[in-house]
């Protein structure tokens, strides 16, 4: 891609050499330790599922029980393959058995860790051929129908998954070629997945492997009335960002919110707990195909977009790394930004011009998400729906990948079926009408947006050398990001991370290092 920035090249590589220096750092800090969603991970892409009468999760039981009765600091691979082992079970009936009997997973004696990676081998390698079945699924829907260089993406929040369906159906017949469920309130500080279909939840639907389920045949459903493939968008973040991952790669979700910070700074997640998490979560979004979105896009919501706009250059540039380390190639890192900045400031545009076609230009291969105004957004819809278009022709003067409308009624209300229908509209006729214009604009040499994008480059890597320089926990803890402190050893979760053993395994992370390696 040719520069139309001119931006320092030199610069760009100092900074992704300060954030792999940043996260080498946080991962000599993690990979000692793992969590008890990741042990609750692994059981779920072993097949472990269900609840018990008070809907309590069996993967929840079962961690509980060795975290309680055994050393959970061994991992639960080892546990539940020696109780397979000795009571000469097959996995399904052993979860069928265990909360209708005395049977449990710390009354037998552990046995050796290969003899532990052969039984459990036959369930990782059916749980695998899953996924990868709707890798493949994906690939010939998207051969068939072709890809948008631009997705439009709009949300559903309903409550009721059956509800969601109906809207999600209209929003794609209207023209989204991306459906998010947004997630019930407070869901991401639940230390458990809930089970089953879902009808009550608040300000949106709880993520549940039926809902997922649910969904994705209604997607496909209107895909072939629409000949297009409609991709289905859930949140890997919280307390359980493994397990929904792995729920996501098992019912063929196509992106996840998946941010490396995002749950430390704007839910109060211990940040140990986050960053173990995330590893895990973002292999296994690796392995299945799976876009992540990440949340830069909320730095400026809380922070001014103006001044701050290099600490969304900067965390890109972190979450950029942590994915290399979980295996995600360029093509799945939805680096996050959005069109925040105060439009009554003089030449406003010009400078969200600058910051999104700068993400472009320094991650060029990423499908980047980016984001509606909503900070300046009130109840005057006429000036809502002026500010989303100046948004919509900033998205296609740029060449972003992931857009996301933006809602005349933000400000007032959940969007109704009509108000999807005229951001849609709104977007494509931006699409149609200005479908060259990336191509034909130049940018003045050493004009605004040229200096504007050198200059949050610049404080970028002075951000990225200042953290480098002490630690992300210390950056995280001084609120270098969107304002907020959080302590090292503060926040929820905290109770759910442990130090691994040294005869630890995890059979699941093992078979995806050996599947990357042999990729």
């Known amino acids: 891609m040719e520069s139309k920035l001119k931006l320092n090249q030199s610069l760009i590589e100092e900074c992704r050499t300060l954030a792999k220096k940043i996260t080498d750092e946080v991962e000599k800090e993690i990979k000692t330790r793992s969590t008890v969603t990741v042990e609750r991970t692994v059981l779920r892409l072993l097949g472990v599922d269900g609840v018990n009468q008070f809907d309590e999760p069996l993967p929840n039981q079962m961690v509980d029980e060795v975290v309680e009765k055994g050393d959970i600091s061994k991992g639960i691979s080892i546990y539940i393959a020696s109780a397979l082992y000795h009571s000469g079970l097959s996995l399904e009936q052993l979860i069928n058995n265990y909360n209708h009997s005395d049977n449990c997973l710390t009354k037998y004696p552990l046995i050796k860790t290969n003899k532990a ?13 899953r996924i990868l079945e709707n890798r493949k699924t994906r690939n010939k829907l998207f051969e068939r129908y072709g890809k948008n260089p631009t997705d439009l993406y709009v949300i559903v929040a309903t409550g009721n998954i059956y509800e969601d369906v109906v809207q999600a159906k209209a929003a794609a017949k209207a023209g989204a070629d991306i459906i998010a469920v947004i997630r019930s309130t407070g869901q991401s500080l639940l230390d458990y997945v809930p089970y089953g279909a879902t009808t009550e939840g608040f300000g949106g639907t709880f993520a549940t492997q039926e809902n997922f389920k649910i969904m994705r045949k209604a997607l496909d459903e209107v895909g072939l009335e629409e000949k297009r493939y409609i991709k289905l968008v859930n949140y890997a973040s919280g307390l359980c960002m493994p397990e929904i991952a792995a729920m996501a790669a098992i019912e063929r979700l196509d992106v996840l919110l998946n941010d490396s910070m995002y749950g430390i700074i704007f839910r109060d997640i211990n940040m140990q707990r986050t960053f173990i998490d995330q590893h895990f979560s973002r292999m296994i ?11 830069e896009d909320n730095y400026l919501t809380t922070s001014d977009a103006y001044s701050e706009a290099h600490t969304v250059l900067a965390s890109q540039f972190i979450n950029e790394e942590f994915a290399y380390r979980a295996h995600l190639k360029e093509e799945l890192m939805g680096l996050g930004h959005a069109f925040e900045i105060d439009p009554e400031i003089e030449d406003s545009f010009l400078y969200e011009v600058a910051q999104a076609q700068m ?14 105004p909503t900070k300046h957004i009130s109840g005057n819809v006429f000036k809502a729906y002026e500010q989303n278009t100046l948004f919509n ?35 494509k006729m931006i699409q149609k009408s200005m479908a060259s214009i990336r191509e034909e604009f130049l940018f003045k040499q050493d004009g605004i947006i040229q200096k504007r994008a050198s200059e949050v480059l610049e404080k970028a890597n002075q951000l990225l050398s200042q953290i480098a320089s002490t630690s992300l926990f210390d950056a995280l803890e001084n609120g270098i990001f969107a304002g907020v402190k959080r302590p090292f050893s503060g926040g929820k979760g905290l109770d759910g991370v442990f130090l691994k053993s040294s005869d630890y395994i995890n059979v699941v992370s093992d078979a995806l290092e050996v599947r990357f390696n042999e990729n």
């Open 117 to 129: 990676k052969e039984i459990l081998q036959p369930y990782i390698k059916a749980s695998f051929e």
């Open 285 to 295: 979004n690796a392995f299945a195909g799976i876009i992540i979105n990440t949340g």
């Open 359 to 372: 993400a472009r230009e320094i991650f060029p291969n990423a499908p980047l998400k980016y984001m509606p």
């Open 393 to 427: 022709i900033a998205t296609q003067l740029t060449g972003q990948s992931i857009h996301l409308l933006g809602m005349m009624t933000e400000a007032i209300h959940t969007p109704f079926l009509a108000d999807r229908f005229l951001a849609i509209s709104n977007a």
